[in-house]
T-cell receptor, first 110, second 116 residues
Framework: RKEVEQDPGPFNVPEGATVAFNCTYS??????FFWYRQDCRKEPKLLMS???SGNEDGRFTAQLNRASQYISLLIRDSKLSDSATYLC???????????FGAGTRLFVKA | DTEVTQTPKHLVMGMTNKKSLKCEQH?????MYWYKQKAKKPPELMFV???????INESVPSRFSPECPNSSLLNLHLHALQPEDSALYLC???????????????FGAGSRLTVL
């Protein structure tokens, strides 16, 4: 079993749709949690950190459930420019071992 | 423009060649990383340097040899690679200075390696 597992993609949604991505992690030593975005043939870039209290950044909302070892990302009012691969990322206690999930591909259509 | 600079952007090498990938950051980050990414796969951690010391080696074959000459530079020396080593090699850095707290990575644009 992979340490970080994400919904298989791709997700094909129309502009304006709301889409949710899920992620589970298996290592209880996981300490910090993030969503990264990666465009085709580009490097990953931080989208947002994920906190136990939940956090929101514009159209994006992230949630963490430590008891269930579950992370989510909600994108509201999808834009064409949201088309990318979304990577769920966890970091172990100690801070340096950063593990990426396989990613979920999102296509937003006009 | 990315704040982590990687060179070269593209590299083609034979299995008997010796080459190096270079990475530079001037953000004052004290942790630097090498990741390998194959097509349609996530980045896989290879090495982590903290304060110029190797702190993580994810059982990477010895044909990959990392080096951290100073806090701003990270090299990956390549020798006797195999065609299956062809991939995008990503360098990253982070501000994490001790063993606590969140660890946000800033990635370079990557070096795309082809081994013939």
């Amino acid at each position: 079993r992979k340490e970080v597992e994400q919904d298989p993609g791709p997700f094909n949604v129309p502009e304006g749709a709301t889409v949710a991505f899920n992620c589970t992690y298996s290592n209880s030593a996981s300490q910090s949690f993030f969503w990264y975005r990666q465009d085709c043939r580009k490097e990953p870039k931080l989208l947002m950190s994920v906190y136990s209290s939940g956090n929101e950044d514009g159209r994006f909302t992230a949630q963490l459930n430590r008891a269930s070892q579950y992370i989510s990302l909600l994108i509201r009012d999808s834009k064409l420019s949201d088309s990318a691969t979304y990577l769920c990322v966890v970091t172990h206690t100690g801070g340096f071992k950063t593990i990426f999930g396989a990613g979920t591909r999102l296509f937003v259509k006009a | 423009d990315t704040e982590v600079t990687q060179t070269p952007k593209h590299l083609v090498m034979g299995m008997t060649n010796k080459k190096s990938l270079k990475c530079e950051q001037h953000m004052g980050h004290r942790a630097m990383y090498w990741y390998k990414q194959k097509a349609k796969k996530p980045p896989e951690l290879m090495f982590v340097y903290s304060y110029e010391k190797l702190s993580i080696n994810e059982s990477v074959p010895s044909r990959f040899s990392p080096e951290c000459p100073n806090s701003s530079l990270l090299n990956l020396h390549l020798h006797a690679l195999q065609p299956e080593d062809s991939a995008l090699y990503l360098c990253a850095s982070s501000t994490l200075a001790d063993f606590s707290g969140a660890n946000v990575l800033t990635f370079g644009a990557g070096s795309r390696l082809t081994v013939l």
